[in-house]
């Protein structure tokens, strides 16, 4: 059964690029790798989704490797606003009407001034 | 915007009792979920449905049941509430068919408290 990996927490300055990694070494071949936000009293909240290589939209960037075993969420610039837990998911359909959704610990970052 | 809403915030329960979480979601979503989350155990799926009166068991199901009558609906229940489900439980709903994986929709979730 995959089982996903991350740092308990990370500190970073305003203005800095975060990276963010994940470790999910038993991935399986359909697989999904999704990102999630979370602020306190708040429910998560998307960020990005991947399969492999690499995604990027408004907010984030996504690094797959080739044999996805790990995945990096890459946050440009932080601000104070992004202080919160992120949260690696792998997620897969499985037959039928089965499914997995697997979620990490979740990264507590904290942004310094 | 989606909106996925949680009966209640903060929930204080005795040991025992049968206790139902709702949660209500606006966008037609075909999916529901319901999550525990814990301190340092992260989101842990408890069930899942996949369309009225269909469920499926997540990774925890154990002491808890759901149901699903209406589309907008997903309730959790805890039969006889026990002090380990103390805990924030999180309902999420997704669209686009049985893609399990898609981008998922939280309510801002229900602090349970069981004595």
């Known amino acids: 059964l995959a089982k996903t990996t991350q740092p308990i927490s990370m500190d970073s300055y305003e203005g800095q690029e975060v990276n963010i990694t994940c470790s999910h070494n038993?991935?399986?071949?359909?697989?999904?790798i999704t990102w999630y936000q979370q602020f306190p009293s708040q429910g998560p909240r998307f960020i990005i989704q991947?399969?492999?290589t690499k995604v990027t939209n408004e907010v984030a960037s996504l690094f797959i490797p080739a044999d996805r075993k790990s995945s990096t969420l890459s946050l440009p610039r932080v601000s104070l606003s992004d202080t919160a837990v992120y949260y690696c998911l792998v997620g897969s359909q499985g037959s039928g009407n089965t499914g997995k959704l697997i979620f990490g610990q979740g990264t507590t970052l904290q942004v310094k001034p | 915007d989606v909106k996925v809403t949680q009966s209640s915030r903060y929930l204080v329960k005795r040991t025992g009792e049968k206790v139902f979480l709702e949660c209500v979601q606006d966008?037609?979503?075909?999916?529901m979920f319901w999550y525990r989350q814990d301190p340092g155990l992260g989101l842990r799926l408890i069930y899942f449905?996949?369309?009225?009166?269909?469920?499926e068991k997540g990774d925890i199901p154990e002491g808890y049941s759901v149901s699903r009558e209406k589309k907008e609906r997903f309730s959790l229940i805890l039969e006889s509430a026990s002090t380990n489900q103390t805990s924030m439980y999180l309902c999420?709903?997704?669209?686009?068919?049985?893609?399990?994986?898609?981008?998922?929709?939280f309510g801002p979730g229900t602090r349970l408290t069981v004595l």
């Open positions: 991947g399969y492999k």
């Open positions: 999420a709903s997704s669209g686009e068919g049985q893609e399990f994986y898609n981008e998922q929709f």
């Open positions: 966008m037609d979503h075909e999916n």
């Open positions: 038993n991935i399986a071949t359909n697989d999904y």
């Open positions: 449905s996949y369309d009225v009166k269909m469920k």
